[in-house]
C-alpha cells in the first residue's frame, strides 16, 4: 500500500478501479452504468434510455439521439472502494473520445448483447483495449430477450475476437437469478430496482450449469495458480478467496476474460458485476508504469504510479463547462493542489490551476487536493490541451507522457451564419469546439472561398451543429457534406526550373538566383512523401550547407500543399532533386526555396495528377432476409465486399466502399431493413476510386 503523503485525498489507491463501459450501441452500456449508479448511490434518481433521462448521458444531444458522446466521469463506491466510471461512447464517429478515455483506464467491462452476440463495435473496443493491455471482463447483458445465449456470446467471443471468456457468474433467465461460480451460490435480486440481493445455496436445479461451468472456471484459475491446480484435481475444498486471486492475476496479465451476465434493465445480475470489477480488476498501482519520453535525449522512461515524487498527469479531454474551459487529467504520478501552477511538457509553458473537481457525471464538486491515480477536472488553465503532458514547475526532467493519436477529419460542410452580423461569433464558437475535439478542423477553402467544418462522419457533425444552436444560441446555414480528398500523382514527371530575377527591398537590389531539376515518382499507397536530393551543382570546395538544405525541404513542402489535379494535399510521391545548381551570393535560401518549389510543381504538373478519396471500412449488420437487397445496394454503390457470414439469422458484411458513396447510408439501410439494420464504418485509407 502506498505510504500516506502529508496532505491526503481520503483515498487508498489500492481500493481505486478507473473502469470504462464500453459495447456497441444499444448493447445497454447507459443502462447499466444506470443500475450501476443507483446500487452504489451515486445517483439517487434512475433515469431510463427510452424516456431520456439518463444521468449519465448528460448532454441534450445525447438525450435527443439516445446515444452517449462526451466521456463524463462517475464516482461509485462500492463495499469500501471507490468505481470511477468513464463513461465512453458507443457510435464509430466517435472512436476518438473512446481511445482517450482508454488510454487512462486501468480496466474495462465490455457489454454485449445477449442476442447479437459481438458486433462491429465490440470488435472496435475490443482491439482499442487490447492496444492498451487493458484487462477486461465481459457483462452479457439482456439476457431476458428471446433468443439470448450465454455460452453463444462466450464462444463467438472467442472466435471472432480471440479472447479468452472464462465463465464466473452465469444468468439463468427462468428466474432472473445468478449463478456463482466461485462461491458455489445462487443470487437474487429484489426490492427496488432489484438493490437487495440475497445468496443461497444452489438448488438441485442448478447443479449441472454448475458444475460445468465451474470446471471450465477451476481450470482456467489453476493455471496462475499451481497450488490450485492440485486441490482442482484432487476435488478438494477450495477457499473463494484464493479462486478469486488466481483469477485476479491472470485477468490483469490479460491471459482471460471474466464473464458475467444478466439483463440491466430487468435488474437482474449487475451487482455480481461490481463485485467482480472490485475482485479482478487492477488498482492503479498494479498497472505497468506508464510509458514517458524524456523531451531533451528522448530517452524512454517509466512512470511508476505513486503518490510521492513530482508531478506527472495526461490530459486527456478538454470539455466546455457552462461555457468555461476544463481539462481532464489523469495524475500518474505526485500530487496536485488547487492555486498550483503547472508546466506543460515539451511547450515551455506554465500556468495556474485556478480550481480543481472531482466529477459526476453533470456535476462537479470542488476539491483541493488530488494525488496519482486519480482523475479530476481543473479549470483556469487556457493552454494545455488532450494529450499534454502536465508536470510540476520544478526539479523535474521533462517528461512526456505518450500521446494519444488523433485522426484526420474525412467529412466537411460549409457553414455560414445566418445573421452575417454574427461572423464574429462563429470563429469564436468553432474555435472552441475544435479545442476539446482534435477530430474536428474549421478551415476556409481558398477556392470557394467558404468557411468549412470537417469532421469524422455525419452524425459528428450533425451533432456539433446541435450543440451550437444549444449551447451558443448560433443559427447557421450548412451546405451539403463534401468529401476531404488527397491527391498523387499517375506517372512519373520531370522538369527544370531557373530562377534568375532581382528582388527591391527598400533601395537595395537583391538578386535571386538559383536552378534545381525535380523527377517525381509516384509511390505506394499511405508510404508518404519522400524527398531525395541527388548530386548537386556546386562551386568547387562547398556543398549545401545547413540553412540551404532546409531552403530545399521548404520548397518541396510548398509544393506538396496543393496536387496538380485539385489542389488537395498531395500524398505518395517521390520527389527526387537530381540538380541543384547555386551562382555565389545570389542563391540565398530563398531563391533555392523557390527554385525547389516551382520545379517540384511543374514535375508534379508534367506526372499528372490523381485524386484520392476516402475509403472507409464498413460493417452491416441485417436480417438474413433483407440480405439481397443489402448486398445488391452496396453494390450499386461500388463497394467491394470483403467478408460476409450469417449467424442465428442474421448476417453480417464486411464491405470496402468510398465515403462520398455512403453518405445517408443510414437512412436507406433502415427501410431496407425496416428499422432492424445496423451499419458502422471506419476510414481506412485515402485511395484512388
Ligand atoms: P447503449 O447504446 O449501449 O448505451 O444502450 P442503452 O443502454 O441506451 O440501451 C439500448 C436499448 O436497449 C434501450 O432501449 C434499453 O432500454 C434497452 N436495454 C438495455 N438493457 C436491456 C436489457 O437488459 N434487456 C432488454 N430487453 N433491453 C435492454
Ligand atoms: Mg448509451
Redesign the pocket.
Known amino acids: 500500500m502506498a505510504k500516506k503523503p502529508a496532505k491526503s485525498t481520503g483515498i487508498v489507491l489500492d481500493t481505486v478501479r478507473n473502469i470504462g463501459i464500453a459495447?456497441?450501441?444499444?448493447?445497454?452500456?447507459?443502462?447499466?452504468t444506470e443500475r450501476v449508479l443507483f446500487y452504489t448511490g451515486a445517483s439517487h434518481k434512475i433515469g431510463?434510455?427510452?424516456d431520456g433521462a439518463?444521468t449519465m448521458d448528460f448532454m441534450a444531444e445525447e438525450r435527443a439521439h439516445?446515444?452517449?458522446i462526451g466521456s463524463a466521469v462517475t464516482r461509485c463506491p462500492w463495499n469500501d472502494h471507490l468505481i470511477q466510471i468513464v463513461d465512453t461512447p458507443?457510435h464509430v464517429d466517435f472512436t476518438i473520445e473512446v481511445e482517450r478515455a482508454m488510454r487512462v483506464l486501468d480496466g474495462a467491462v465490455i457489454?454485449m448483447d445477449g442476442v447479437r452476440g459481438v458486433e462491429p463495435q465490440t470488435e472496435t473496443v475490443w482491439r482499442q483495449a487490447s492496444r492498451f493491455e487493458i484487462p477486461r471482463v465481459i457483462f452479457v447483458?439482456?439476457?431476458?430477450?428471446p433468443g439470448a445465449d450465454y455460452e453463444r456470446c462466450m464462444a463467438s467471443l472467442e472466435a471472432r475476437l480471440g479472447g479468452v471468456p472464462i465463465p464466473v457468474c452465469v444468468p439463468m433467465a427462468d428466474e432472473l437469478c445468478v449463478i456463482d461460480l466461485v462461491n458455489q451460490e445462487m443470487i437474487t435480486f429484489s426490492g427496488d430496482r432489484g438493490i437487495d440481493v440475497t445468496r443461497s445455496p444452489v438448488p438441485e436445479r442448478y447443479q449441472e450449469v454448475l458444475e460445468t461451468h465451474r470446471e471450465t472456471m477451476l481450470l482456467a484459475a489453476a493455471e496462475a495458480d499451481e497450488d490450485l491446480e492440485e486441490a482442482v484435481l484432487e476435488g478438494t475444498h477450495i477457499d473463494p478467496e484464493r479462486i478469486w486471486s488466481a483469477l485476479r492475476s491472470a485477468t490483469i496479465a490479460g491471459r482471460i476474460h471474466p464473464v458475467f451476465g444478466?439483463?440491466?434493465?430487468?435488474n437482474w445480475g449487475v451487482q455480481p458485476l461490481l463485485d467482480g470489477v472490485l475482485k479482478v480488476l487492477p488498482n492503479p498501482l498494479e498497472r505497468p508504469p506508464a510509458i514517458a519520453r524524456r523531451v531533451d535525449n528522448g530517452e524512454e522512461e517509466l512512470v511508476e504510479m505513486t503518490q510521492e515524487g513530482e508531478l506527472a498527469a495526461l490530459a486527456f479531454k478538454v470539455q466546455l463547462w457552462d461555457g468555461r474551459r476544463h481539462v481532464f487529467i489523469r495524475i500518474y504520478r505526485g500530487s496536485l493542489s488547487a492555486g498550483d501552477t503547472i508546466r506543460i511538457a515539451g511547450k515551455d509553458q506554465t500556468e495556474r490551476v485556478a480550481r480543481m473537481f472531482e466529477v459526476d457525471a453533470g456535476a462537479k464538486r470542488k476539491i483541493d487536493y488530488a494525488a496519482a491515480g486519480q482523475i479530476v477536472l481543473l479549470a483556469g488553465l487556457r493552454k494545455a490541451t488532450t494529450g499534454d503532458t502536465i508536470l510540476a514547475t520544478e526539479g523535474t526532467e521533462l517528461l512526456l507522457l505518450e500521446k494519444i493519436d488523433t485522426k484526420e477529419p474525412v467529412l466537411g460542410l460549409a457553414v455560414e451564419p445566418m445573421r452575417s452580423a454574427d461572423e464574429g461569433k462563429l470563429l469564436e464558437v468553432f474555435g472552441k469546439i475544435c479545442e476539446e475535439d482534435p477530430t474536428v478542423r474549421f478551415e476556409d477553402d481558398k477556392e470557394t472561398g467558404q468557411r468549412v467544418l470537417k469532421g469524422m462522419g455525419e452524425l459528428h457533425l450533425q451533432i456539433i451543429f446541435e450543440r451550437i444552436e444549444r449551447e451558443f444560441g448560433l443559427s447557421v446555414r450548412v451546405g451539403k457534406p463534401t468529401v476531404m480528398t488527397r491527391e498523387t500523382i499517375s506517372g512519373s514527371g520531370k522538369a527544370d526550373a531557373l530562377v534568375d530575377r532581382v528582388l527591391n527591398v527598400g533601395d537595395k537590389q537583391v538578386p535571386l538566383k538559383a536552378r534545381a531539376v525535380a523527377h517525381v515518382a509516384p509511390r505506394g499507397r499511405d508510404q508518404g512523401t519522400q524527398l531525395t536530393v541527388e548530386p548537386t551543382i556546386l562551386p568547387a570546395g562547398t556543398s549545401l550547407n545547413a540553412a540551404q538544405m532546409e531552403a530545399v525541404q521548404a520548397g518541396v513542402n510548398d509544393a506538396s500543399l496543393a496536387g496538380p489535379a485539385e489542389g488537395a494535399p498531395l500524398q505518395d510521391v517521390l520527389v527526387q532533386l537530381v540538380e541543384i545548381e547555386t551562382y555565389g551570393e545570389g542563391s540565398s535560401p530563398q531563391a533555392l526555396r523557390i527554385a525547389v518549389s516551382q520545379a517540384v510543381r511543374e514535375a508534379l504538373v508534367d506526372a499528372g495528377g490523381l485524386v484520392l478519396k476516402p475509403l472507409m471500412r464498413a460493417e452491416v449488420v441485417a436480417p438474413d432476409e433483407s440480405l439481397g437487397a443489402v448486398l445488391g445496394d452496396l453494390q450499386s454503390r461500388g463497394a467491394s465486399i470483403t467478408g460476409q457470414q450469417s449467424d442465428m439469422g442474421t448476417s453480417t458484411v464486411h464491405a470496402e466502399c468510398a465515403l462520398d458513396k455512403l453518405l445517408g447510408y443510414t437512412t436507406t439501410l433502415r427501410s431496407m431493413t425496416r428499422g432492424r439494420g445496423q451499419f458502422t464504418m471506419e476510414f481506412d485509407r485515402f485511395d484512388a476510386q
Open positions: 459495447a456497441h450501441i444499444d448493447a445497454g452500456k447507459t443502462t447499466l431510463e434510455v427510452h439518463a439516445g446515444i452517449t458507443g457489454v447483458n439482456k439476457m431476458d430477450r444478466g439483463s440491466a434493465l430487468r
